[in-house]
C-alpha cells in the first residue's frame, strides 16, 4: 500500500466508537474503531455503527487486502459455522524513528503500534550540519531496515526529532540556536531521495511530550513534558493536542528570564535566560567556577550519584529556577501532569524536588490542586516513541488511509 508525501500538520488521532460522532461512509473512517486493536465480527462492527452488512463487508474486504487489519480468530457460534473476528495488524508497516540530539542520534525500528522492533544509538554533533547528519540517518535507518529483515516497501514513514524549532508544516527547521546550516533546510526532501515516504519532523522536546504521554499519561489531556539537558525546553498538550504556536517555538521555556541570572549572558545574546543557569553545561560551569570539576551534564549527574554536596545542591537550585518559570506557566495552562525528562531530568530527583517546591509555592493554589510532577518514564525512548506516533497519526488517520486503498484500486 502506498501512503501518500505528507506536508501538512499531523492529524488528529480518534479512536471514538460512535457513530453519532463519526463519518463512517469510507473506510478510512471505519479502520478508526479497529485502531484500538480489539478484535470485531462484521455482525459487531454493523451494529456499533449502523451501516449495512454489504457495506461494511466492502470495507472490511479492502482494509484486509492492504494488510492493516486482518484475521483475529472466531467468536462463539449460536449455531452453524462461527463468525470470523478480525483486528488492526500493527505489525503491518513499520516507522523508521530518529531523535537527532545536540550530540547523539538514537533511531529505532518501530511497528505500527510503537512497539520498538530494533534500535541503533550513535554519537554526532548536530553542528556538523544536515548533510552529514543526515546522511547517516538514512544510512543507519538502512541497516536497521535490513538487519530486521524488513524491506524498504514496508516501511510506513519515517519521524524526526530535531534540537531546535521547527515549522511543522514543511519540516524546516526555523533559525535553530545550536544547528548552524540547518536554518531552512529541507529536511523531508533531503530523506525522501532514499526512502519515498511520508516524513514528518519536529521539535524534539514536542515529540518528547507525545511519546511520553501516549505510553504512560494518556488520561492527561493537559500535559507538559520538561527537557532539561544541553538545553531547556517543553513541550505543550493542551486538550489532547500537542501546541506549537505560530512558528513552532511554543515551549521555549530555555530563553525566558530569571531574576538570579540577570548578570549570565545566554548563548543567544540576552541575559539571564534559564538555560543559562539550569541547563547540563551551565550548573557544570558554575561547579568549575566553585572548585568542583565538571564539564557537562554527565559530569554533574556523576557527581551527584558519589553524592558529592555541591553537585547536589547546585542540581536542586536548578530545579528552583525551572520551577521559578514553570509557576508562571502554571497559572498560564493548568496542567494536570509535569514530566521532567532530559538528561538531567532521567535521574533528577533532587531537580525535581527543586522544581516541585517553587510550582507549589508559587502557583496558584486552584491550577495545583490536582496537578501531578513527576520524572520521565519513558527515559531515553520518549523521543523515539513520539518520533513513532507522529508517523502513525498521519498514516493512519482517515484521510491517508482512504487515499492509499483508492491509489491501490
Not at 452488512?53 to 484486509?64: G, K, P
Not at 565538571?294 to 549527574?301: E, H, R, S
Request: glycine share 12%.
Amino acid at each position: 500500500m502506498s501512503l501518500a508525501s505528507p506536508r501538512t500538520s499531523e492529524p488528529s488521532d480518534p479512536h471514538r466508537e460512535n457513530a453519532a460522532d463519526a463519518n463512517l461512509s469510507r473506510a478510512g473512517d471505519l479502520f478508526q474503531l479497529l485502531r484500538d486493536g480489539k478484535a470485531r465480527t462484521r455482525a459487531e462492527l454493523a451494529v456499533s455503527t449502523g451501516l449495512a452488512r454489504s457495506t461494511i463487508a466492502a470495507r472490511i474486504d479492502a482494509l484486509m487486502n492492504s494488510g492493516l487489519v486482518g484475521p483475529a480468530g472466531e467468536a462463539s457460534s449460536s449455531g452453524g459455522r462461527p463468525p470470523s473476528r478480525i483486528a488492526f495488524k500493527p505489525s503491518a508497516r513499520v516507522v523508521l524513528a530518529a531523535d537527532v540530539g545536540a550530540t547523539h542520534v538514537n533511531l529505532a525500528l518501530t511497528d505500527l503500534g510503537g512497539t520498538v522492533l530494533a534500535e541503533s544509538r550513535f554519537k554526532q554533533d548536530v553542528a556538523q550540519g544536515p548533510d552529514v547528519v543526515l546522511g547517516k540517518v538514512v544510512d543507519a535507518g538502512s541497516a536497521l531496515l535490513r538487519d530486521s529483515g524488513r524491506s524498504p516497501k514496508e516501511l510506513a514513514g519515517i519521524g524526526i526529532g530535531l534540537p531546535g524549532p521547527v515549522e511543522h508544516a514543511t519540516g524546516v527547521p526555523v533559525k535553530p540556536p545550536i544547528m548552524p546550516g540547518w536554518d531552512g533546510f529541507d529536511v523531508v526532501s533531503f530523506v525522501q531521495q532514499t526512502f519515498p515516504v511520508p516524513v514528518l519532523v519536529d521539535n524534539d522536546v514536542n515529540i518528547m511530550a507525545l511519546g511520553e504521554r501516549n505510553a504512560f499519561w494518556p488520561d492527561h489531556s493537559n500535559f507538559l513534558f520538561i527537557k532539561v539537558a544541553t538545553g531547556v525546553g517543553a513541550g505543550i498538550i493542551s486538550s489532547g493536542e500537542l501546541q506549537r504556536g505560530a512558528n513552532g517555538t511554543a515551549g521555549d521555556l530555555g530563553h525566558v528570564r530569571v531574576p538570579r541570572g540577570d548578570t549570565v549572558l545566554c548563548r543567544c545574546g540576552n541575559y539571564g535566560c534559564l538555560e543559562a543557569i539550569a541547563s547540563g553545561p551551565a550548573i557544570a560551569k558554575a561547579l568549575t567556577e566553585a572548585g568542583v570539576s565538571a564539564t557537562n551534564g554527565a559530569d554533574v549527574l556523576r557527581l551527584v550519584a558519589e553524592g558529592n554536596l555541591q553537585a547536589i545542591h547546585a542540581l536542586r537550585q536548578a530545579g528552583r529556577d525551572v520551577g521559578d518559570v514553570l509557576a508562571t506557566v502554571v497559572n498560564l495552562l493548568n496542567p494536570s501532569m509535569i514530566v521532567i525528562g532530559g538528561s538531567l531530568g532521567q535521574v533528577g530527583e533532587h531537580l525535581m524536588a527543586g522544581v516541585r517546591e517553587v510550582v507549589y509555592r508559587r502557583s496558584l493554589p486552584l491550577a495545583t490542586s490536582h496537578l501531578r510532577i513527576g520524572l520521565s518514564m519513558a527515559g531515553e525512548q520518549a523521543a523515539i516513541l513520539g518520533a513513532s506516533a507522529l508517523v502513525t497519526q498521519y498514516v493512519l488517520s482517515p484521510a491517508v488511509i482512504e487515499a492509499s486503498l483508492q491509489a491501490a484500486g
